[in-house]
């Protein structure tokens, strides 16, 4: 079946431009993660959502940053007003949430390079 | 939050050699997760851990948890150039905020 995609694969922006990243989680799965990686760089948690709850957005470096799930499937990662700084790949990730054990499920990632 | 730290940061290989990479956190690990990424694409899942002295195989990739459940280890016998990449350790549950260790890189020397 279809894995997690997200688009663009590739972004190049100017600094001080808004982006829009896209993810499209595996199909009934609940749960949908954002994770940052730099260059060179482990993962780095962003944003984490679950069914209709609240979304977990601790890991959201500054208020730059925001991310909406719409009916639950969708999302959108918004970087307002980009800095160099947000140069990095986003990965977005999916899983069915079914238990205290249940493996993410990644997509490709967006490449985002702000110039 | 749970950190996790992964050795060796990268690892050069000679084909048909063994490696091993470590994995050990700051805390009980709850479900311990082994996942190999290659440049440009996403996060392969491997295998999960989750009761104290598991181990798992599948094909040349073997992991272990400890019976305390704070260090994990991924041997790969006889690599191959298929195995290079960057291999992620990562924690936690469903419904937590997964957290990741730095990657390791494996190159292999053919």
């Known amino acids: 079946g279809a894995g997690v995609s997200q688009s663009p694969s590739n972004k190049v922006t100017e600094k001080g431009k808004d982006v829009e990243l896209r993810c499209d989680p595996i199909s009934g799965h609940t749960a949908l993660y954002w994770y940052r990686q730099s260059l060179g760089q482990g993962l780095e948690f962003l944003i984490y959502?679950?069914?209709?709850?609240?979304?977990?957005k601790s890991g959201l470096p500054s208020d730059r940053f925001s991310a909406e799930r719409t009916g639950g499937s969708v999302s959108t990662l918004t970087i307002q007003r980009t800095q160099q700084e947000d140069s990095a790949v986003y990965l977005c990730?999916?899983?069915?949430?079914?238990?205290?054990?249940?493996?993410?499920?990644f997509g490709n990632g967006t490449r985002l390079t702000v110039t | 939050s749970q950190e996790l730290e992964q050795s060796p940061q990268s690892l050069i290989v000679q084909e048909g050699k063994n490696l091993t990479i470590n994995c050990t956190s700051s805390?009980?690990?709850?479900?311990l997760y082994w996942y190999k990424q290659k440049y440009g694409e996403g996060l392969i899942f491997l295998m999960m851990l989750q009761k104290g002295g598991e181990e798992k195989s599948h094909e040349k990739i073997t992991a272990k948890l400890d019976e305390k459940k704070q260090q994990s280890s991924l041997h790969i016998t006889a690599s191959q150039p298929s195995h290079a990449g960057i291999y992620l350790c990562?924690?936690?549950?469903?419904?937590?905020?997964?957290?990741f260790g730095g990657g390791t890189r494996v190159l292999v020397k053919p």
């Open positions: 990730a999916s899983t069915q949430d079914r238990g205290l054990y249940s493996p993410l499920h």
């Open positions: 959502f679950q069914g209709n709850s609240a979304p977990d």
């Open positions: 990562g924690a936690g549950g469903a419904g937590n905020k997964l957290t």
């Open positions: 805390k009980t690990l709850y479900g």
